[in-house]
């Protein structure tokens, strides 16, 4: 009776039972999870996810940090510190327009010299460089950046400083002297001195980039221009930099960025003075600069907080910098890609 009605699994034509089905099935279900990688998958979720939102709170811990320590010039000063040009501490007198202003043209004057000089560098390198030689310069050229911003201060204090003295400035004073850009006394600490010294540090970032760009652009675009009967510079101009120069400015976009926030190298030879002048033979000041030689000194709370306002500017000229020229990438970009199978 009882084998009747309960009948064993191993009998024949018997059928198992419901209780069986539910117990294998829960007994396998955490075996057929782990075999899926349902559990490591949520796990790496949840890390990349920290990850992303660590950076996030990096930045806004830096912004609020700031925004925070600056509260008293804002209150004391509102907007007018951004426009106004005294920087007196004793009268607790203080505005940033000296400091942006010495910042974007230090950096302008710093792309204008870069720019061709990386350009060329690249061009050559990938282009008309014989094989055995385009290792050994890609080499030194990209040595440059690992050279500390403090080595290529104490160069130019002690080398380009007497040169742009002795040579170049009375040059430069004679022949372009009509633009009021090279005229009064010159010194050698000066705008020119920091915007020279800035464009040999950001050339071998531009060219690096410029180079690996350039090296990606198809062969057969070159083969092509060629066999239209260009010539080689025509060759360059429309089948290789055409093709790559949203590339180029992305690469003059990190250079930019490397020449904004620079402060040993501008602070030892732009002079360290909070005016405004025409000439470029004058001296000036930064934003980075001023932060490094008057923040230790800074003794009283409105100096200080006047000065971690200005590291709060530093911090939207790099913003809004970087936004026009992402959107100047855009303009340029879109539409024609830089593609492989171009």
């Known amino acids: 009776m009882a084998n009747a009605a309960f009948p064993r699994p191993d009998m024949p034509g018997a059928q198992p039972v ?10 396998t279900a955490p075996l057929r999870l782990l075999s899926t990688g ?83 560098v690249a061009v050559f390198t990938t282009e008309m460089c014989p094989k055995k030689f385009r290792g050994p ?34 040059v430069l004073s004679k022949t372009l002297g009509w633009t009021g850009l090279f005229t009064g006394p010159f010194f050698g600490y000066s705008m020119l001195s920091a915007g020279i010294i800035l464009a040999i540090m950001i050339i071998p970032i531009i060219s690096s980039i410029t180079r690996e760009v ?11 221009v060629l066999a239209l009967g260009a010539t080689r ?3 360059i101009r429309i089948g290789v930099l055409r093709n790559a120069r949203a590339g180029i400015v992305g690469a003059i976009i990190l250079g930019l960025g490397r020449a904004l926030g620079e402060t040993m190298a501008v602070t030892m030879v732009i002079g360290n003075s909070p005016h405004i002048s025409q000439s470029l033979f004058a001296p ?20 200080q907080s006047a000065l971690v306002e200005i590291g709060l500017a530093l911090f939207f000229v790099t913003i809004i910098v970087n936004a026009l020229a992402r959107l100047l990438v855009w303009s ?8 492989a199978n171009a």
Do not use: C
């Open 38 to 120: 349902e559990i490591p998958d949520h796990i790496f979720a949840i890390v990349i996810t920290a990850t992303g939102l660590a950076v996030l709170g990096v930045l806004a811990l830096i912004v609020y940090e700031l925004v925070l320590r600056s509260s008293l010039a804002w209150h004391a000063f509102g907007w007018k510190f951004f426009i106004a040009s005294d920087w007196d501490p004793v009268s607790e007198q203080f505005g940033a327009l000296p400091f942006i202003y010495g910042t974007l043209v230090s950096s302008l004057l710093a792309l204008i010299i870069a720019l061709p000089l990386s350009v060329g």
């Open 137 to 170: 310069l890609s080499f030194f050229v990209e040595l440059l950046a690992a050279i500390p911003s403090v080595i290529y201060g104490l160069w130019a204090m002690f080398v380009l400083v007497p040169i742009l003295i002795q040579y170049v400035s009375p």
């Open 332 to 339: 340029v970009a879109r539409g024609q890609p830089v593609r």
């Open 284 to 303: 000036g000041y930064t934003m980075a600069s001023v932060l490094a030689n008057e923040f230790s000194e800074a003794t009283g709370d409105i100096y």
């Open 214 to 224: 350039l090296a990606v652009v198809p062969q057969h675009q070159r083969e092509a």
């Open 233 to 235: 510079w025509e060759m």
């Open 18 to 27: 419901e209780g069986a089905k539910l117990k294998s099935v829960s007994t």
